[in-house]
Structure formats: C-alpha cells, structure tokens
C-alpha cells in the first residue's frame, strides 16, 4: 500500500500518515494521524475529570509497572525534563512562590526537618547561602560566594581562625571580611576569611 484515505477528514496520505492498529486487515488506523489527534485532544478537553479518574485508577492497579516506566523515563530524558521544568518555573513564577509558601505554612514541621536535614548533608553549601544572604544586605550585587570558596577559604587557613590560630569547631564557625564592608572592602571569596563568632564579634569593622 502506498496510499490511503483518511475517513474522516477524506485526505489521501501515505501510510506514515496514519497510526497502526493491528486489528485492521491494512494494520492502520482509519483516521489520519492528525485527525486522531484532533479527535482525542476534543475529548479530554470535554471529559478532564474522566480522564484523570482513569489515569488514577490504572496508576493504582499498575504501582510497580508505572514507576519502572517512570524511572526509566526520567533516565533516558534528564534534559528534556530539566529544561520543561526550567520553561514551567518561569512562566509560572509567582504561583510556584505561592504554591511553595503555602505548603510550608501548612507543613511547619516537616520544614523544619527538611532544613535541617540538608544543612546537616550540606553544610558548606548552607554557609554559603548565609553569606550570600549577608552581601545583599550590603550589596544587591554582590558576588555570588560558593559552597567550592567555603571550603576553599577553610582549607586555607586550615580550618583555624585568622584571628586567634585557633581550630575552629564547626558550632562556632563564622567568616569575616578581612577589609570591612565599611571601609571599602567587597564581599568576594577573596576578601572572606574563616574565624570564630566570638573573634569576629570583638573584631568589629576594624
């Protein structure tokens, strides 16, 4: 067959313009591919709720066979998936905000231990947060300080305090701008140095 009609929209179109289907003696579909398209985006529009309440009840009869399709997906399209998301956040910016900020309202506990969770599995990344929250204040522009300049910084000084020599335990861990923001000095990796709360306490903006 090189050729066939579509019965719906009575287009003639080659064979890869239609779906299979094995239980017709042609193996293709009646209808045209966009046809069937057309066709089946009309009917979810108009039957969402149905739709969604057969999705749900195939998911719950199909657990282990949806989440092994599930995984394999997301292995084979990391990309694609990183980049809709990405797409879906901008467009939706502030519902996601909302969204985010109302479940945690709802959820104060499990926050609470999600946060702290992931500052104990990542503590240098939590630091350098803290810092980067610290330069807005001063600066909207401030660079950006990393969880690689943390640990850079501390490897630096191995892990001892500018101030005093002294280790310094991570409970009392601080960073303090060598030149004060005060006085002219940016908040840069380069101008950050590790020490302990209670020296950088004394030290002031000296």
Known sequence: MTEKICTRCHVVKPPEGFYRNRSRADGLTEWCRECTRVAVKAYRDANPE????????????????????????????????????????????????AHVREWAQAHPEVVRESSRAWREKNPDRYRA???????????????????????????ACD??????????????????????????????AENLRPTHLACNARKGAK
């Open 50 to 97: 149905l739709i969604r309440d057969r999705k749900a009840l195939y998911v719950e009869r199909n657990r282990e066979r949806v989440s092994v399709a599930r995984k394999t997906y997301r292995e084979a399209n990391r990309e694609r998936i990183r980049q809709t998301l990405r797409c879906w956040y901008q467009r939706n910016a502030e519902r996601w905000k």
């Open 129 to 155: 947060n803290k810092l980067n929250a610290r330069g807005r204040r001063f600066d909207p522009a401030a660079e950006k300080i990393t969880a690689r300049d943390v640990v850079a910084a501390l490897a």
């Open 159 to 188: 892990g001892r305090c500018y101030l005093c020599g002294e280790t310094i335990q991570p409970e009392v861990l601080s960073f303090d701008h060598v030149i004060p923001v005060s006085r002219g000095g940016r908040h840069v």
